[in-house]
């Protein structure tokens, strides 16, 4: 379990540096995202700029001339103390004119930016290269200061993009400044992919490495079922190993010819034995059989009864238990093979006398329920508790395996309930468990009755 624990330091860790990759990933492409606005919304801007002045001339030259073609003469000047040589002579051209022009309207037409016309135009531009924005301006001065604005437009200074500022005239004492108010929803838009595939990614990779973890447990588990399996079965095995080996000695030495009652004893204690071991070996070989379903079953009519009364005559005899039985028993008959029946209702009964006090009483019932026979099988033992009857079932289940054995208790290795539960899903049925911890358990094995089984088989 500490292997375990260590693994899951790495996995969180692990987990912890690709968040932290991811979220530089999304950081670097946020700024990427945010830079190409930016750039977009500056050249927008100029040219949004450039056009409302010209709709300003426009509607200049219409109040004072009405549809006469008449030309205006605008001096133009050049800010020499921009160097070309920074590389941008578009741009330097550009601000140039743009200046000369805002600055003529301003001058010598006497009219100043309309800011809800250029917030019209900025919009509609932003909008046709396909960035759908709030978008304000304002005049500032050289110092930053905000002069004059969009009316109705609240200007959040952490909230807000705002382009490069415009100059309006040859003294540098107004500029124009586009403003975008809802700069993270359109980044957030083009990243939408990125968003999706960053999610996909980080999901992806925690399933990876939760299923990871699940795996190494689970194969430590199975690892520790192994271990606790082979020292149960060795246990098990070790009993009957040592009488035939002490009995084979015995009868060897010749001591016991003389005494043919002793000697027939022994013979049949090795015979014993060995029946044993040949059964353990058996249900391992019957469950893997059964596990890959390549176990053929002979179904036929059972009588239930006969069966019955001779596994509790074997027990009675076998236990030094005092052992008394109830038989309540409405179905005769069930449809089913024989021999693993048999077997798995022998477990069933010897679980019934391992874990029960000095006197055990057994109550075996059946009745026909819906195609079904239900066989119960009562005692009134230790019981088993609620936390556990959900893995009862499993193969090697570790409490009747080291548990029991380990600390003296009764014998096994966690096979018969398995074998149980196997043979009633191999006859097309189940098994159920009713328990009161100190009380009583009460196993119920279904089977179908003939008449389902050919209905099944025809459908």
Known sequence: MKDVKYIRWIAFIALLAIAELQYVWLSNSY??????????????FREASLEEAFDRMGS???RMFGARDTILAM??????????MQGMPNKWLMSNIHTSLQDFIHSEVHMDIS?????????????????RADVASCIVDSTGQVLRSSEGKELHPGGVLKTEPLVLDFENARFVQGIITNPYWIIARRMLLVLIATVLIIGVLVWCIVWQIR????????????????YAMIHDMKTPLSSIVMGTRILETGRLDNQPEKRARYFRILKEEGDHLLSLTNKVLTLSKLENHQLKLVKTECSLRPMLEDLAEKYR?????????????EAETVYADEEFLKEALSNLIDNAVKYSGGQVEICFTSEALDGMVRIGIRDNGF???FKEQARIFEKYERASATARSRNGGAPGFGLGLNYVLRVAEAHGGRVEVESIEGEYSLFSLYLPSEGEELSDKNE
């Open 115 to 131: 800011l809800p016309s250029l917030d019209s135009i900025y919009a509609h531009l932003l909008d046709s290269a396909g960035i």
């Open 317 to 329: 005899a076998k236990s030094e238990k005092r052992i008394d039985y109830v038989w309540k028993l």
């Open 60 to 62: 200049y030259k219409r």
């Open 215 to 230: 795996v190494i447990i689970r194969q430590d588990k199975v690892a520790k079922m192994r271990e606790d399996f082979s």
């Open 31 to 44: 700024r990427m995202a945010e830079e190409s606005l930016w750039m977009k919304a500056n050249e927008v």
């Open 383 to 385: 019981g088993i508790p």
């Open 75 to 84: 001096k133009f000047e050049v800010d020499t103390s921009y160097s070309v």
